[in-house]
């Protein structure tokens, strides 16, 4: 979605991050990349470390939405959503972890 989302993706951009369309898109590369990473037990490791720092720089923009909602840029989604959202971050690494850092992961 980041590449056919994109003007959706710049709206939630927070505003003191530098090149938002970048940053778009390497967020996109970087799903994909880490997506397809864990699939081969070489580069399992790799990718889920990759994942992590993933969702440990998209965490800015959940706090963004939670702050200011997305009404005001036409993603109509009540605020309550995004601040239950903001918890699932810890958990979604926690889980990218037990998949394919921790020595018993598939």
Same mark, same amino acid.
């Given at each position: 979605?980041?590449?056919?989302?994109?003007?959706?993706?710049?709206?939630?951009?927070?505003?003191?991050?530098?090149?938002?369309?970048?940053?778009?898109?390497?967020?996109?590369?970087?799903?994909?990349?880490?997506?397809? #990473? *864990?699939?081969?037990?070489?580069?399992?490791?790799? %990718?889920?470390?990759? =994942?992590?720092? /993933? @969702?440990?720089?998209?965490?800015?923009?959940?706090?963004?939405?939670?702050?200011?909602?997305?009404?005001?840029? #036409? *993603?109509?989604?009540?605020?309550?959503?995004?601040? %239950?959202?903001?918890? =699932?971050?810890? /958990? @979604?690494?926690?889980?990218?972890?037990?998949?394919?850092?921790?020595?018993?992961?598939?």
């Amino acid at each position: 979605m980041h590449f056919r989302a994109t003007e959706t993706y710049l709206k939630i951009m927070p505003p003191y991050l530098p090149f938002p369309l970048a940053l778009v898109y390497v967020s996109g590369i970087a799903e994909i990349a880490g997506g397809i #990473g *864990i699939w081969p037990r070489a580069t399992r490791k790799l %990718a889920g470390i990759g =994942l992590i720092a /993933l @969702l440990l720089a998209v965490f800015p923009a959940n706090i963004e939405m939670a702050l200011k909602g997305t009404e005001s840029v #036409g *993603i109509l989604v009540p605020r309550w959503v995004w601040w %239950a959202r903001l918890p =699932l971050q810890p /958990l @979604l690494m926690w889980w990218v972890w037990a998949a394919t850092l921790k020595k018993e992961a598939i």
